[in-house]
């Protein structure tokens, strides 16, 4: 490979972390369990991009995130309800993407930042830097590098996707793309799309694996780490990060998908075959639909299973107890 190389080196931990991601995705695309079933795939998708937002501190809720996608009213910043609306619209073209074509990355920008930005869909013109929080963890380069920096990027990608597993070239993607911070806002959620758009023409499967929700759980250390690689001038620290995250991911989806095939009870399957999805229901007609008379029972075995597994959601979780409580299909 000429030109610019990323600096960072394969350790055992990332060709381990390589290896196991490896089989389990291959375990997860041999069943066919995830493509079967679109309720997971929305509930995914929806967990991508509440956490993507969460991350750069959007204030709305998984509910209002899903009414917001679903296209329901949403008492909220509008400002932030159009962030849901660029995102759902980004992630439902993930498989158009062609993720080493650098127009086809500020045109997605451009989607992802519609009526929120001036310079949407074009490089940064001022200086900008990288914040967790209040906190500044580094200032960018110029602007007036940023053309030379990506034009170098992608020509990396574009030599090395041959020679370079996409499990380490999405995650070196990611944190050079952070590094160089291109756009004067929506770098984050970017970088995100971006390093799924490159799994995902590995393996289509990462279209609905929401690695997005487990960088929230760890954001601290998500900065911490891309904090560390600026010290030390290169991604290495980031890519075992990120391919751990990936990693424990990809069980929760196993758990997920087990749990909503192997082991859902028939009364489980019964309540969900009278539902429809994202219609909202009382709980007396759902009794009435499936012809039960005991509260306590239709409670114990069909709505909270149901509940736990993630298969039917509250519209007032906050007050289970609610007259005006309502259950809604994933």
Known sequence: MKGYKPPFTLTNEILSLVSSVSEKVGRITATGNLEAKPHLRKNNRIKSIYSSLRIEAN???LGQVRDVINGKTVLGEQKE?????NAYAAYEKLAQINPFNLQDLKNYHGLMTKYLLDESGEFRRGEEGVFNGDQCIFMAPPA???PQLMEEL?????????????LILGSVFHYEFVFIHPFSDGNGRMARLWHTAILSKWKPVFEYIPIESQIEKFQEDYYNVI???????????FVAFMLFQINKILDDVSTQISDDSGQLSECVKRLLNVMEYDMPYTGSLLMEKLGLRSKEGFRRNYLHPAIEMNLIRMTIPDKPNSRNQRYVKC
């Open 154 to 166: 992608f020509a990396w990608m574009k030599s090395a996707q041959e020679d370079v597993h996409p």
């Open 227 to 237: 904090a560390k690689c600026h010290i030390s001038g290169e991604s290495t620290d």
């Open 59 to 61: 204030s709305l809720t």
């Open 144 to 146: 007036k590098l940023v």
């Open 81 to 85: 309800i159009q962030k849901v609306k």
